[in-house]
Structure formats: structure tokens, C-alpha cells
Nanobody, 124 residues
């Protein structure tokens, strides 16, 4: 049974940093692209960042580019999202997701597995 477990969320002031981690119980973790998504109250789930399984290439939403960094450790089956210069508009529940497709995606429906989410709140 595949499980994704996020951790590291919390309350931080604007301009601060948080580091989110996702631990995956996937036997072939290195063959999955791993993404982070977020969902604010009353809004749809939106793409944040992805790291491709084959190339390790990363891709970011324009709203977080230059502030967030996604990375993975295939030996530990973990993916991390380092969030710097946080803004109040970054407040949301953040989800880790795994995608087994050959090419990475920014579309939530194309991901196979999801974590339960972790709350990030940025105060102004």
C-alpha cells in the first residue's frame, strides 16, 4: 500500500522560511515524478513544483519561482520543498503527490498518489 506523509508545515511570518518533507512508501520511488500542490480555502488545488523521475529536472509555478526549491533523495524515498520569502498568499494546505507517467505533469488529476496534506500559514 502506497503512502505519502507530509511534514514540516506550520505558522510563519511573512518573509520567513519553511521546509516541507514528504516520505513515500513506494518501492519504485525513483520511477515516480514527485510534485507539490497547494489548496487555499475556497480555491482549487494548484500546482506548485515538480521534480521529474528520469532527469531530475524541476519545474515551478510562476508564483513560487525563485522562492521555492524542490529536491528529492531517492535513497531515502523523500521529497522536500524548501520555501523561502514566504508571503501571506502562500497560505494553504500543501500536498505531496506521486506520478508514474513517463513525462512529468502539472495537472492534479494525472497524479496517482496523494498525501494527506500539511497546513502552511503565513501571517502578514
Amino acid at each position: 500500500q502506497v503512502q505519502l506523509v507530509e511534514s514540516g508545515g506550520g505558522l510563519v511570518q511573512a518573509g520567513g522560511s519553511l521546509r516541507l518533507s514528504c516520505a513515500a512508501s513506494i518501492r519504485t520511488f525513483s520511477e515516480y515524478s514527485m510534485g507539490w500542490f497547494r489548496q487555499a480555502p475556497g480555491k482549487e488545488r494548484e500546482f506548485v513544483a515538480v521534480i521529474a523521475w528520469m532527469t531530475g529536472r524541476t519545474y515551478y509555478a510562476d508564483s513560487v519561482k525563485g522562492r521555492f526549491t524542490i529536491s528529492r533523495d531517492n535513497a531515502k524515498n523523500t521529497v522536500t520543498l524548501q520555501m523561502n520569502s514566504l508571503k501571506p498568499e502562500d497560505t494553504a494546505v500543501y500536498y505531496c503527490a506521486a506520478d508514474s507517467a513517463y513525462y512529468y505533469s502539472t495537472v492534479p488529476d494525472e497524479y496517482n498518489y496523494w498525501g494527506q496534506g500539511t497546513q502552511v500559514t503565513v501571517s502578514s
